[in-house]
């Protein structure tokens, strides 16, 4: 009798490792925006990978710097040169938790995201709002915040300084799929 | 006389640099179907580069012009975003082109399993090789 129970166990767990933890995409959308009186300035990348693990709410994401679409080719070339260093600092990254994940379920739900997101070789601590859905085959989460660029060390020069802001919006959309190898 | 000459002179420059700088502010982005590609090898060959020493294939790939060739494992479609994945000798990473806008309108003559030449601008490594602004050279 109690070698069946632990069978049985052993039958459970492997069943539940098995399961789809892992909810992945590789083409999530980020994008920011500067705005300033003289000039708004925009740029989206489409080729994110987010992956989440489904059993504890774990986040990871990664984001090619030169994946940033802008609609001036000049101002491409300045983030990537001058600003991000894209060159020294190819991908910018976040690693994080979406609070309280096991309680998501269904629709729309507002939470909470906290981790930390390195751009241009610097790490900071932050915290994202973010609307999670949650479905069988699809894990939909989105959301925008505001970063900083002395956070992260981004200089701008002076004679650009009133064409650029310090506050940037970034918006975010990821629709993680079931992985399958 | 002296004094116009002068005036007309400074405002032919300053016509001009105000042309100039107007010019470099919209210069155009690259046209990757009018350039050649810089580099051109197989899917495989890119990934393996990739996968071996990421930082040294960053310097030689990215912002490169590169053709592609591989077999086509999959096609994806979303709103106006194409993309399409390369199979590689790896079993889990593989090169990814993302179409350009004008491009899109080509992929419907592209089928699972064929092989394809594919010119894009490298922008780097993350599971899988990854290639924008693509344009399809060769789908025979």
């Given at each position: 009798m109690k070698t069946l129970y632990i069978l049985l166990i052993c039958l459970f767990l492997v069943s539940v490792t098995n399961a789809q933890e892992r909810f992945l995409t590789k083409n999530g959308m980020i994008s920011f925006f500067s705005k300033t009186p003289i000039e708004d300035i925009k740029a989206e990348n489409n080729q994110v990978l987010s992956i989440v693990d489904?059993?504890?709410g774990q986040m990871a994401i990664a984001i090619l710097?030169?994946?940033?679409?802008?609609?001036?080719a000049l101002m491409q070339e300045h983030f990537n040169e001058?600003?991000?260093e894209s060159d020294k600092y190819p991908k910018a990254t976040f690693k994080g938790d979406v609070l309280d994940f096991d309680k998501i379920v269904g629709s729309e739900t507002a939470t909470t995201i906290k981790g930390n997101l390195t751009i241009h070789g610097v790490t900071n601590e932050t915290t994202i709002e973010a609307v999670i859905k949650k479905t069988v085959d699809l894990l939909e989460i989105t959301g925008d915040f505001f970063i900083n660029l002395s956070d992260f060390d981004v200089k701008i020069p002076s004679i650009v300084q009133n064409k650029i802001s310090q506050k940037i919006k970034v918006s975010f959309r990821f629709q993680h799929k079931p992985y399958k190898k | 006389m002296k004094v116009k000459r002068i005036i007309s002179v400074l405002l032919v420059i300053s016509f001009l640099s105000i042309f100039i700088g107007y010019k470099i502010y919209n210069k155009p982005h690259i046209n990757v179907a009018e350039e050649a590609a810089d580099i051109a090898l197989t899917a495989s060959m890119l990934l393996i580069d990739f996968s071996k020493d990421e930082t040294k294939a960053n310097a030689k790939y990215l912002d490169k012009i590169i053709a592609v060739k591989g077999v086509v494992t999959n096609i994806a479609e979303e709103g106006e975003k194409r993309a399409i994945t390369l199979q590689t000798s790896d079993d889990f990473g593989s090169v990814i082109c993302y179409l350009a806008k004008d491009e899109s309108?080509?992929?419907?003559a592209v089928k699972k399993g064929q092989a394809i030449v594919l010119k894009g601008i490298c922008t780097g490594f993350l599971m899988d090789v990854i290639l924008v602004k693509c344009v399809i050279i060769n789908s025979k």
């Open positions: 489904v059993s504890n710097m030169k994946s940033f679409m802008f609609e001036k001058n600003y991000v | 309108m080509n992929i419907a």
